[in-house]
């Protein structure tokens, strides 16, 4: 079973679009992020999700969306898609929060913005 | 600010040579550090995490880290390495609000 899941693995779509990145965990982990890679492969946190809580916020636009149905799944939206938007997104989860907690990631989305 | 820095952005080794892969850290108290690997079209995987205590922390897949607090620095290491090593590699650091904050990665490229 894979402990971290994202959906889909690859993603092109047009500018302007709207679309969503689904995450799911299956180890019982209480905290959620966001995570996004650059071309450069430079890794940076997006949102952290606690409980169904959010918990950090960095500086995204707002087009940037997460959602928490619960503390097993985030989901991120994006809207009106930009060309600066093409990277690759990273679910991972954490037992708790503090920041001595291992991570484990999905296998990332890899969006393309046309 | 919390800070990591990766000096060296891509390293090729013979397969079965030594590896050392360079880490510095800026952070104000004592701080998390971690290493994470990532194969291609993967996501990240722990090999190995400081908290406190010995300075020296042993990981996965034979790699270890030592933490120097007078160098600010988490150098990640292994002795002999596999073709199957290849790969990105993070250093990373917990920081007090919570996130972890990564370095911009060392790609290792293993000659056969």
């Known amino acids: 079973d894979t402990a971290v899941s994202q959906t889909p693995k690859y993603l092109v779509t047009q500018m302007g679009n709207d679309k969503s990145i689904k995450c799911e965990q299956n180890?019982?982990?209480?905290?959620m992020y966001w995570y996004k890679q650059d071309s450069k492969k430079f890794l940076k946190i997006m949102f952290s999700y606690n409980n169904k809580e959010l918990i950090i916020n960095e500086t995204v636009p707002n087009r940037f969306s997460p959602k928490s149905p619960d503390k097993a799944h985030l989901n991120l939206h994006i809207n009106s898609l930009e060309l600066g938007d093409s990277a690759v997104y990273f679910c991972a989860s954490s037992q708790r929060l503090p920041t001595n907690e291992k991570l484990f990631f999905g296998s990332g989305t890899q969006l393309s913005v046309l | 600010a919390q800070s990591v820095t990766q000096p060296d952005i891509h390293i090729t080794v013979s397969e079965g040579a030594s590896l050392e892969l360079r880490c510095n850290y800026s952070y104000g108290a004592t701080p998390y550090l971690f290493w994470y690997v990532q194969s291609p079209g993967q996501g990240l995987q722990l090999l190995l995490k400081?908290?406190?205590?010995?300075?020296l922390v042993q990981g996965i897949k034979g790699f270890e880290a030592e933490f120097k607090r007078s160098q600010s620095s988490f150098n990640l290491r292994k002795p002999s390495v596999h073709w199957s090593d290849a790969a990105e590699y993070f250093c990373?650091?917990?920081?007090?609000?919570?996130?972890?904050?990564f370095g911009q990665g060392t790609t290792l490229q293993v000659k056969p």
């Open positions: 990373a650091v917990g920081s007090n609000t919570g996130k972890l904050i």
């Open positions: 180890l019982g982990h209480d905290t």
């Open positions: 400081y908290f406190s205590g010995d300075t």
